[in-house]
Nanobody, 128 residues
Framework: QVQLVESGGGLVQAGGSLRLSCAAS????????MGWFRQAPGKEREFVAA???????YYADSVKGRFTISRDNAKNTVYLQMNSLKPEDTAVYYC??????????????????????WGQGTQVTVSS
C-alpha cells in the first residue's frame, strides 16, 4: 500500500519559518515528480511547488523566493522549506506524487484527480 505522510506543520508567527516533510512508502518515487499543494478554508486546493525526478523545480508566484522544495530519493522524501511566512500562507498543505512533470502541476487547468498519490495533509497556521 502506497502512503505519503506529511509532517512539520504547526503554528508560527508571521516572518517565521517551517519545514514540511513528506515521507513516501510502498513504492519508490525517484523517477516521478513530487510536490505540494495547499487549501485554505473556503478556497480551492492550489499548487505550491513541485520537483521533477531530475531536481528541476517549479513554484507558484505567491511563494517564489520564500519557499524551497527539495527531495532525498534515498529517503523517498520531499521537503518544503517555508521562510518569511505570511498569514495568507495559512492552509492545509498536501503532498502529492505522480509521473506528470512538475510543469504540468502548476497549470490552473490541471484536474487534481489526475495526480495519483496524495497525503492526508498537515496544518500550517501563520499568526499576524
Amino acid at each position: 500500500q502506497v502512503q505519503l505522510v506529511e509532517s512539520g506543520g504547526g503554528l508560527v508567527q508571521a516572518g517565521g519559518s517551517l519545514r514540511l516533510s513528506c515521507a513516501a512508502s510502498g513504492r519508490t518515487f525517484s523517477s516521478d515528480a513530487m510536490g505540494w499543494f495547499r487549501q485554505a478554508p473556503g478556497k480551492e486546493r492550489e499548487f505550491v511547488a513541485a520537483i521533477n525526478w531530475n531536481d528541476r523545480t517549479y513554484y507558484a508566484d505567491s511563494v517564489k523566493g520564500r519557499f524551497t522544495i527539495s527531495r532525498d530519493n534515498a529517503k523517498n522524501t520531499v521537503y518544503l522549506q517555508m521562510n518569511s511566512l505570511k498569514p495568507e500562507d495559512t492552509a492545509v498543505y498536501y503532498c502529492a506524487a505522480d509521473s506528470l512533470y512538475g510543469s504540468v502541476w502548476q497549470r490552473p487547468s490541471l484536474d487534481l484527480r489526475r495526480l495519483d498519490y496524495w497525503g492526508q495533509g498537515t496544518q500550517v497556521t501563520v499568526s499576524s
